[in-house]
């Protein structure tokens, strides 16, 4: 007798996993299946009794709608009259009966709760009725149309994979902790991380809006220059890319020096007399840098708080120095899309590193002078360097000891050189900065551009020569980006759904829990991370 499949949800990947079905069977037996589908929302337009009738006696529920958690209680009430109605028996290595499989995926800003870990949580079935959720599968690897591909299964009964043997899946539990939990963290985990990267990319939005608006005034003719209009997409464009790419691969340092000048001040009393001086001498250099990211600051928190969820769930820090905590733990994500912005300028300046665009760079031969050939040899090994430290960072977790030469010696050395670069292309315009015949007064890019980064390096050798940095690290707690705070938070709030007392379950729409539910602790929480999750919530300020 075929095994009844009852496959909820009509979209693409619904449709998808009907067709995968074709070939579908019960691993180590002879039994076949047969797919019944139905639109997710068809079913919950009926009453329980009469989805009961539609699931019962089926051996796999698989849902492939949305919003489970808001129709957890619902379903859990079809399931257990499906129950009821199943005439089927459920002898030894024959089709299990009325499995549910959640096969969603939902983004956890749009969906607060795991619809699978409510539903397990409503106590709806017994031992026997295993609760699934599977992930990491695309529709064509539904349908079966890319070979077999591994989908990581969770269960209400950790360890065990499901018996259905379809086309195109194979079955992975996910390592040692595969319960349904372990799921909820490793999904916000990930949109933690995918938050890191929207944040990166805000910061270096922002940093290019004010560079480009800076640009603009001292080179349009309709503002402070002579330029036609014709060269702003790209003369112009090229110089506000290029002072994005400086100060992204600068702000971690930037803020990691404010964090420790703030960290000295605010225990005073406990800092030796080196510490203090750094912590003055330190605050008096990075005056100028703090002015000049002033307002490129406040864009990106309007630009990230627009657009994002997780940045107003900030956990009893000032907004200011969790800014600070943020900026300094995206040194992988900021330094990426710094490196994607020094990429676009190498383009976009050698179209324009021509006489007709720089008359000034090249003597009568049309060779470059000295000072333009020193900035040329500069920012070709500032590229390189910036390179080998974004490839290393693309690869991931090593040893420190593989990482802390070029963490620690290259990429300083690179914002350097990337620095001197600009700087030798421009200072024999300083004189004439403030001058009003010279654009109204307005200095030059090449000046106001490097005065940042250059602060930061200045400041970050200061405190590492004296030791103050080391210091401040020895006694520092590690804090986390808001992301990852957002996403730790989201997890107790599921955790407690789970176990949590009666009033939070009936917040979520659990009716019924079992007494013997067990959640995890909040301290567990790490135990579910990847390696590159854990790294990126221990990474220290």
């Known amino acids: 007798m075929a095994a009844k499949i009852v496959i909820i949800g009509k979209g693409?990947?619904?449709?998808?996993?009907?067709?995968?079905?074709?070939?579908?069977?019960?691993?180590?037996?002879?039994?076949?299946?047969?797919?019944?589908?139905?639109?997710?929302?068809?079913?919950?337009?009926?009453?329980?009794?009469?989805?009961?009738?539609?699931?019962a006696n089926a051996a796999y529920i698989m849902y492939c709608g949305k919003n489970l958690s808001e129709h957890a209680h619902v379903m859990g009430s079809a399931l257990r009259h499906a129950r009821s109605l199943s005439s089927l028996p459920e002898p030894e290595g024959k089709a299990p009966l009325l499995e549910f499989m959640d096969w969603s995926n939902p983004d956890p800003t749009n969906e607060s709760y795991d619809g699978a870990v409510v539903l397990s949580a409503a106590g709806v079935c017994d031992p026997s009725q295993v609760i699934w959720k599977v992930t990491g599968v695309s529709s064509l690897d539904a349908a079966g149309h890319e070979g077999r591909q591994s989908a990581t299964v969770y269960s209400s009964s950790p360890g065990i994979v499901p018996s259905i043997d379809i086309a195109g899946i194979i079955w992975k539990p996910r390592?040692?902790?595969?319960?349904?939990?372990?799921?909820?963290?490793?999904?916000?985990?990930?949109?933690?991380?995918?938050?890191?990267?929207?944040?990166?990319?805000?910061?270096?939005?922002?940093?290019?809006?004010?560079?480009?608006?800076?640009?603009?005034?001292?080179?349009?003719?309709?503002?402070?220059?002579?330029?036609?209009?014709?060269?702003?997409?790209?003369?112009?464009l090229d110089k506000a890319v290029a002072w994005t790419a400086l100060w992204m691969i600068s702000v971690s340092p930037f803020s990691g020096n404010l964090l420790t000048v703030l960290h000295v001040f605010s225990n005073l009393g406990q800092a030796n007399g080196v510490d203090k001086f750094a912590g003055v001498l330190s605050l008096a250099i990075m005056i100028v840098p703090a002015l000049l990211f002033a307002l490129p600051w406040i864009v990106w928190a309007i630009i990230r708080t627009s657009f994002s969820s997780w940045n107003k769930h900030i956990i009893g820090l000032s907004l200011i120095k969790s800014m600070l905590i943020d900026m300094v733990s995206l040194k992988t994500e900021s330094g990426i899309v710094g490196f994607g912005f020094l990429l676009t300028h190498a383009f976009m300046g050698t179209l324009i590193a021509v006489p007709h665009y720089k008359s000034g760079w090249f003597d009568e031969k049309s060779r470059f002078y000295g000072n333009n050939e020193v900035s040329m040899a500069s920012g070709v090994i500032a590229f390189t360097l910036v390179t080998l430290v974004t490839i290393r960072s693309l690869i991931g977790k090593g040893s420190w000891m593989k990482l802390k030469p070029l963490y620690a010696y290259v990429s300083p050395l690179a914002v350097f050189l990337a620095t001197f670069h600009v700087i030798m292309m421009g200072y024999k315009g300083w004189d004439d900065l403030f001058k009003y015949s010279t654009k109204k007064g307005q200095p030059s890019i090449t000046f106001v551009s490097t005065m940042f980064p250059l602060g930061v390096i200045a400041t970050h050798l200061l405190l590492v020569i004296l030791g103050t940095k080391r210091n401040v690290r020895r006694v520092s707690r590690v804090e986390k980006h808001s992301a990852t705070n957002n996403a730790l938070t989201k997890y107790d709030e599921a955790k407690d759904a789970v176990c949590g007392t009666d009033e939070t379950k009936r917040t979520v729409g659990i009716t019924s829990a079992s007494d013997e539910e067990e959640g995890q602790s909040f301290d567990e929480f790490m135990a579910y991370m990847s390696d590159s999750q854990r790294i990126r919530v221990a990474r220290a300020v």
């Open 12 to 55: 693409e990947f619904g449709n998808s996993l009907a067709q995968g079905m074709d070939t579908a069977s019960i691993a180590k037996t002879d039994t076949s299946v047969t797919v019944e589908q139905i639109s997710a929302t068809k079913l919950f337009a009926m009453d329980t009794d009469s989805m009961a009738q539609i699931l």
């Open 175 to 236: 390592h040692s902790k595969s319960d349904l939990l372990s799921e909820v963290a490793d999904r916000l985990l990930t949109r933690a991380d995918v938050d890191r990267w929207y944040d990166a990319s805000f910061l270096g939005l922002a940093i290019l809006l004010f560079g480009f608006g800076y640009a603009f005034t001292r080179y349009s003719e309709w503002v402070n220059g002579g330029y036609p209009y014709t060269m702003m997409p790209l003369y112009v």
